[in-house]
């Protein structure tokens, strides 16, 4: 048979390993998201003008960039954003690996 040699198993379970750990990291990443989009959904409905100091310094820790004169609802957009990054699978190169 030829092809790509099949690779060890140690290289098999330093990969799945790594797969759990970016899998965990999205998900805590996500709730952390979820959270900070929760408390910017009270500011919108609240119709606040603008988002308070503490919970910017929050968005902008997670990457949720912004101006400081940004509306609540386009920060909501901003964030969703950077949810996205979060919900693409990470290593799709492993899927294609196992379907072939």
């Given at each position: 048979m030829t092809g790509a040699p099949l690779p060890s198993v140690a290289q098999m379970l330093n990969e799945a390993r790594g797969i759990v750990v970016s899998t965990e990291v999205r998900r805590l990443s996500l709730r952390r998201l979820d959270a900070l989009l929760d408390e910017l959904?009270?500011?919108?409905?609240?119709?606040?003008?603008?988002?308070?100091?503490?919970?910017?310094?929050?968005?902008?820790?997670v990457g949720v960039g912004f101006h400081r004169d940004a509306t609540v609802t386009s920060v909501i957009d901003q964030l969703f954003k950077t949810q996205e990054r979060f919900l693409t699978p990470i290593d799709t190169r492993a899927r294609r690996r196992n379907a072939a």
């Open positions: 959904e009270l500011l919108n409905l609240a119709d606040a003008p603008a988002v308070p100091d503490r919970l910017a310094r929050q968005l902008h820790a």
